[in-house]
Each structure stands twice: as C-alpha cells, then as structure tokens.
C-alpha cells in the first residue's frame, strides 16, 4: 500500500471517530457517526460492553462519557495488570480501558493513552480532570499520536492493551514494531480485535465505511501471528471467539461479514 492510500485511510478513520466524539459531547450518542452504509459504528450501543466481558461493576467505575462502546473484547481480562505497572492504551479514545487499567496499577503505576483523534483526545482528558480528585485519575495521561509512530521512548512501558484498534491500521507490522520497541524486555501485549478467518471479498475490503468499522481493515490470523513474531515477540496467542459474530453482525447488517470475521484476544511478549 503506497503511503498517500495509508494516509486517506488514516484520515477517514480520524474523521469517522471524531465525528462519534463531536456526536457524544453534543447528547446524541457514541452510534452518531459520519453516515455509513454499513450502518453504525464501530459497536452499534454502549450497553454492548457488558457483552464483551466487561462487568457492571467495571462499566459504572468509569467516568461518564469515557465508554463510547466502540470494542469487541476485553484487554484487561488477559492483561493480568498489577500495581506499580505503566500501561499503553493504543487508540484509547474516550479512556474508557486506561481508567479502568488506572484501578489495577493503583498510585504507583501509570496509564499513558495514545490517540490520533484530537476530538477523542479532548474528551479523554476533560474525563481524567473532572475526577482526577474523586477518583484518583492523576496516574492517567493522553497524547496525541498515531500508533505506527508512538510518542513514548524505548522501553519504557510493561503492558500495552488495546481494544479494537490495530485492525484500523494500514501498517499493523509497523505497529507491532513500535509496539516491541516501547515494552521493557519481558513486558507483554494484550489486545482484543477483530481478525479474518478468511480472505474478504474484494467488495467487503474495499468498502470504505466497513473499513472504518473495524472490519474490512482485519488481518488473517496467520498473518498477524507472522507479523508479531517478525516484530521479535514470542509466546504469540491469538484465541478467536467464535461468539462475538453475533455483535460484528449488528455492524454490518445484510453483509456476509461474519462468514470471514471474528473477535479475538491477541497475546505477546517482548523477550526478557
């Protein structure tokens, strides 16, 4: 893919969640997207998070606005986080993963969200200050960047997670790359996101709006299995749940997506 292609996908990825943002400060909720003719967004409701693993109690921890119900899983579930940790959030949106990782890493860890949607950003951050004192938000950060090109230096976090993210890329090795580079030796990757189990139809992966829904942008998983172990990770997982066609149904309704997509959680770790 020549880089003006990865630049216009870029960009309507940006413009798609920036117009969710703009819709959600303005009370009319995360589905109010740029129009689709797949339908909504990335996930169709808010309440749908409960399905992806999450708990009510979990989903009530958070500050109001911050879960957009833009996933297909549950990062923290694998991503065993324990105090003290710094954690990435790649593509953290509105905070919703960061604040709930915020809790497990406690006073001595730090949460640092990357984004390339300034509109995201903003929501984030106006999150975090609002119940920084309540909550105890002071351990969460967000920058503004593109995760093929993190602003974080070598080494210098123990966990990333994501969640339905890395399928918007069009240059996942480079992510992986950038991914190996800013884990400390041994630190590990917990992601959930939508994989192929099949190769797309060429009308399925050209369509714009489903890439921008998180489907047609999916890699095969004996892709991504290559590209993580091409990035130097080992112990690379990748555990399709055969359940989640019910919701990626719901994205793209009258489309055969499901014949070829599915949620899966995603595992790695940086040699020690």
């Given amino acids: 893919m020549k880089n003006n292609e990865q630049d216009n996908l870029r960009q309507a990825v940006r413009d798609r969640y920036g117009a969710t943002a703009r819709a959600v400060a303005g009370g009319e909720g995360a589905d109010c997207c740029a129009p689709s003719s797949a339908g909504g967004c990335c996930a169709p409701v808010p309440i749908q998070s409960t399905l992806l693993g999450y708990s009510e109690a979990e989903t009530a921890a958070v500050p109001e606005g911050a879960n957009l119900g833009l996933g297909c899983g549950n990062p923290q579930a694998i991503a065993a986080l324990k105090p003290g940790e710094t954690v990435l959030d790649l593509g953290s949106g509105a905070g919703f993963d960061s604040f709930l990782a915020s809790r497990q890493v406690g006073e001595t860890g730090r949460v640092i969200g990357v984004d390339m949607t300034p509109e995201m950003l903003t929501k984030a951050r106006s ?72 190769e797309l139809p060429e009308d399925l992966r050209s369509d714009l709006s489903l890439y921008t829904g998180c489907m047609a942008g999916a890699a095969r998983i004996d892709v991504l299995e290559q590209m993580l172990k091409g990035a130097g990770f080992d112990q690379v997982r990748v555990s399709p749940k055969d359940e989640s066609r019910d919701f990626i149904q719901d994205w793209a309704p009258g489309t055969p997506v499901t014949d070829y997509l599915v949620s899966a959680s995603i595992e790695a770790n940086k040699p020690g």
């Fill in 127 to 198: 999150n975090a200050d609002a119940h920084a004192e309540a909550v105890g938000y002071r351990n969460v950060e967000f920058r503004l960047g593109e995760i093929e090109n993190l602003p974080l230096a070598d080494g210098s976090v123990d966990v990333i997670i994501s969640n339905c993210v890395i399928n918007l890329s069009p240059d996942k090795a480079r992510v992986f790359a950038e991914a190996f580079r800013v884990l400390k030796p041994g630190g590990r990757l917990a992601i959930s996101d939508i994989v192929a189990t099949a």
